[in-house]
């Protein structure tokens, strides 16, 4: 039986809500869930890698968590709009470009904390813990401006009636991989230490830029592509 839309109209059941989503914006959903995960595994552990391997204290780690929030805060609301008009102002550009500079950032700040390259033996030690808190910081801009540019482009292509139901299927994928990527994180973190957990995840940005750059033309329209994603939800997600 079909239930009745607010506007009156008639919507499928949820099950055929949920697989015409899935139809129509199913890899920039995957595109979102992949990236989300992979900043969730080092979000889990940046906490125990600046106290543990670059030596900040409980207070100065409180200063950084609170200083993060608050440039998140003022990077969503003050710089989302610019940034995004910056890496191209419309979808496929925006996304790309966000992607491949958080790659490059979590490659950096593995290389920051890499015995192999010989960085933690260069370099002064507050330069390694001011550079990659640094590099953190940045790389948290462009994560506001990818999972915003991914949800406007949702929304937009997704017809009214089913806006919320996209809301729902998103809030609960995420919130499924996020009960399970911190355990691979911190599991990641003691097994192989943090040069590997950001060199995995700068990898997993990698691989999914790659996919982006090869195949969003096909799922993307040419109407999608010349979107402008200027007035834009605004989302950490």
Known sequence: SLVRGDAGGALPPWRQRALTILALVG???LVKLTTSTANS???SALSLILKDELGLTETDLGIF???EFAFGAFANAVLLAPVTALLGGQARPVVGNCIAIMAGGYFLQAALRSPTLGSTNLLPEAWL???FVGVALLVSLFRYSLATSI???NTRIVPQNMKGTLI??????FSAARILTPSIGIAILNLAGSEVLLSVCGAIFLTVFAAWTALSGRF???VDQDQDCMELPRTAG
């Open 220 to 222: 993307l329209s040419p």
């Open 41 to 43: 595994m080092v979000a």
């Open 27 to 29: 890899p920039l959903i």
């Open 65 to 67: 968590l609170s200083g």
């Open 129 to 131: 813990t001011y550079g």
């Open 168 to 173: 729902g299927m998103e809030h609960g994928i």
């Open 151 to 153: 949800t406007a482009e």
